[in-house]
């Protein structure tokens, strides 16, 4: 089974960064794109970024150019580097993956637990 298990997050103040950690089980990434949603309080889950078994990856408009998303195959990681954090990015961080295009909740196949990220002004 697919198992995803996040790190990382924590409070941090506006203008900071953070890296997530995505631990996954062997062979998840040679068979689902990986990626990262996030969910804030009274809010949607919503579309951060993801990567495909090609390496491909692409992210939300809004977080292009602060987030970055990349793995590490040997230790079967995937990261999300997130910089000049605003409080607007205040919410539960959740490793997810499933089929491309990995964009929409409905897609997801597996889900981490989630990671708490609190951006203070």
């Known amino acids: 089974q697919v198992q995803l298990v996040e790190s990382g997050g924590g409070l941090v103040q506006a203008g900071g960064s953070l890296r997530l950690s995505c631990a996954a089980s062997a062979g998840t990434f040679r068979n689902y794109a990986m990626g990262w949603f996030r969910q804030a309080p009274g809010k949607e889950r919503e579309f951060v970024a993801a990567?495909?078994?090609?390496?491909?990856?692409y992210a939300e408009d809004s977080m292009k150019g602060r987030f970055t998303i990349s793995r590490d195959r040997a230790k079967n990681t995937v990261y999300l580097q997130m910089n000049n954090l605003k409080p607007e990015d205040t919410a539960v961080y959740y490793c997810?993956?499933?089929?491309?295009?990995?964009?929409?909740?409905?897609?997801?196949?597996?889900w981490g637990q989630g990671t708490q990220v609190t951006v203070s002004s």
């Open positions: 990567i495909t078994s090609s390496t491909s990856t």
């Open positions: 997810a993956a499933g089929p491309v295009p990995l964009r929409l909740t409905y897609g997801v196949r597996f």
